[in-house]
């Protein structure tokens, strides 16, 4: 679109949408594994997505390592401009990231298609829509 207030002319350009990289998660996130679930997820970053997907959609369990490695992959992408959104249906694991707060740090949705259908970069947990971001460090 070109706009011309007499002798100056401006043209907008669109608006890009954002990059999205989905991670799909094991069924189980421990000790085993987690070394893959960290290079996938740095991975992905490595291509500077805007938006970040891990998605928990098969997943029923994770430990602490998981839990760190998802923080830990929040703080990357944050670090580089970008968003990373947990989708976490499973009640065991979403009850798991409540109880220790992790939840008040991460963006965690109960679908992939919730999480692909934020549009909005500030975004709370799907779980407490209130409005606005909470971040709590978790040590």
Same mark, same amino acid.
């Given at each position: $679109?070109?706009?011309?207030?007499?002798?100056?002319?401006?043209?907008? /350009?669109?608006?890009?949408?954002?990059?999205?990289?989905?991670? =799909? #998660?094991? =069924?189980?996130?421990?000790?085993?594994?987690?070394?893959?679930?960290?290079? !996938? #997820?740095?991975?992905?970053?490595?291509?500077?997505?805007?938006?970040? @997907?891990?998605?928990?959609?098969?997943? /029923?369990?994770?430990?602490?390592?998981?839990?760190?490695?998802? @923080?830990?992959?929040?703080?990357?992408?944050? !670090?580089?401009?970008?968003?990373?959104?947990?989708? $976490?249906?499973?009640?065991?694991?979403?009850?798991?990231?409540?109880?220790?707060?992790?939840?008040?740090? #991460? #963006?965690?949705?109960?679908?992939? &298609?919730? /999480?692909?259908?934020?549009?909005?970069?500030? &975004?709370?947990?799907?779980?407490?829509? &209130?409005?606005? =971001?909470?971040?709590?460090? @978790?040590?």
């Amino acid at each position: $679109m070109k706009v011309s207030d007499g002798s100056r002319r401006t043209q907008a /350009a669109p608006v890009p949408e954002p990059q999205t990289a989905v991670v =799909p #998660l094991p =069924p189980e996130i421990d000790a085993a594994n987690i070394g893959l679930v960290e290079a !996938a #997820l740095a991975g992905a970053l490595a291509s500077r997505p805007t938006v970040l @997907i891990a998605d928990g959609t098969s997943t /029923a369990f994770c430990d602490s390592s998981g839990i760190g490695a998802l @923080i830990h992959a929040h703080r990357q992408a944050a !670090a580089t401009g970008a968003q990373l959104r947990v989708v $976490m249906p499973g009640p065991q694991v979403r009850r798991v990231l409540q109880l220790i707060g992790a939840d008040q740090l #991460l #963006l965690v949705y109960p679908s992939l &298609a919730d /999480a692909q259908a934020d549009r909005s970069q500030s &975004a709370r947990s799907a779980a407490d829509p &209130a409005p606005g =971001p909470v971040h709590q460090e @978790i040590a």
